[in-house]
């Protein structure tokens, strides 16, 4: 109760703390690059223009991914980074459960001189849209 008084009082400052809240989730996620829809995703892979890189662990990965997609957890992706030297030249589109990690991984990538994108809204946005899994 009391933190809706102090928000009413102190409307300004709030308003100020969340407008920079946004900006940095804004300006950290904008680091792995930009951010493709599904049906980007799927042109981009059936053009052979781009691959997809799963950074989920493998217990999610094999209950349910994108068909031809790559399992590199995020938390492995600076140890198996070199698996993915043969892509060089297409773009890497980073998935995850709701992209909380594919900025940090995108902009490892950008380091190692590949082209990221993220899949918006993650492998939910996906599976909140029907879209197909391949199951292990």
């Not at 102090?6 to 904008?30: D, G, H």
């Not at 997609?69 to 980074?81: E, G």
């Not at 998935?95 to 809204?121: C, E």
């Amino acid at each position: 109760m009391e933190i809706f008084i102090f928000a009413s009082e102190q409307w300004l400052l709030v308003s100020l703390l969340l407008l920079m809240i946004y900006a940095f989730v804004w300006r950290e996620s904008s680091k792995g690059g930009p951010s493709v829809s599904y049906h980007q995703l799927t042109q981009a892979v059936n053009a052979d223009t781009g691959i997809v890189l799963d950074l989920r662990d493998e217990k999610d990965f094999n209950a349910g991914h994108i068909a031809g997609s790559v399992n590199i957890p995020h938390s492995k992706i600076a140890d198996r980074a070199a698996e993915l030297e043969a892509n060089l030249g297409k773009q890497i589109i980073l998935v995850d459960k709701f992209g909380q990690h594919t900025g940090a991984v995108g902009k490892h990538l950008m380091g190692m001189g590949h082209s990221p994108a993220r899949l918006k809204g993650g492998m939910a946005e996906w599976q909140g849209s029907n879209l197909p899994l391949v199951k292990k």
